[in-house]
């Protein structure tokens, strides 16, 4: 199979259940989605290092959507029945199972099927991410951007999804404001 293409997103790396929400975002030519296709979670897979672990196919396809609807409810309105509900039918597909290995305890994911893999992935992510921070999930504060970012500055301060985009677009905004009001 070729090397999926590179990922045309402009906000990567963050954790797995916020990268999946970052997989659509606002370009200057509209809002753009990485998972229209089967190339597009390729990519995905591939940019969180989940390509070798689960199957790139249509079923795969639509579990990552249904996690990526269902994640976006919990973190838009976080206690929301929509977003737990959403949440828990995803983690719904598979379990942790504990395991000893000859390095000591350990666990290991169980799926359903194997195409609720990464669907699974991302919204035990999110359990984990609601565990460390849940304070520190964040929505970019520009308003026309739609991603969402984990907060890891010191402070915790920290309010675009990328200073050199959102944040300069802010900057430039509020310089061009005070000139013309001078």
């Known amino acids: 199979m070729p090397a999926p293409a590179p990922d045309p997103r402009p906000l990567t ?6 990268d999946l929400l970052n997989t659509r975002w606002v370009s200057e ?13 390729r990519i995905w897979l591939a940019s969180n290092g989940l390509d070798r672990r689960f199957p790139t196919d249509a079923a795969a396809l639509e579990h990552v959507l249904l996690a990526r609807e269902a994640l976006a409810a919990a973190v838009d309105d976080p206690g929301g029945t929509a977003g737990i509900e959403g949440v828990n039918a995803v983690l719904g597909h598979g379990r942790i199972r504990a395991t000893l290995t000859p390095e000591g305890p350990d666990e290991e994911a169980e799926f359903e099927h194997p195409s609720w893999g990464a669907a699974w992935t991302a919204a035990r992510d999110y359990l984990d991410l609601l565990r460390t921070a849940p304070d520190r999930i964040r929505s970019c504060a520009h308003e026309a951007c739609i991603l969402h970012f984990f ?20 900057k430039a905004s509020r310089h061009y404001a005070k000139t013309r009001e001078a």
């Open 29 to 41: 030519a509209g809002r753009q989605d990485l998972l229209t296709g089967l190339e597009g979670l």
């Open 13 to 18: 790396g963050e954790p797995v259940s916020l």
């Open 151 to 170: 907060d890891t500055s010191r402070n915790g301060t920290r309010r675009w999804c990328s200073m050199a985009a959102c944040g300069n677009r802010a």
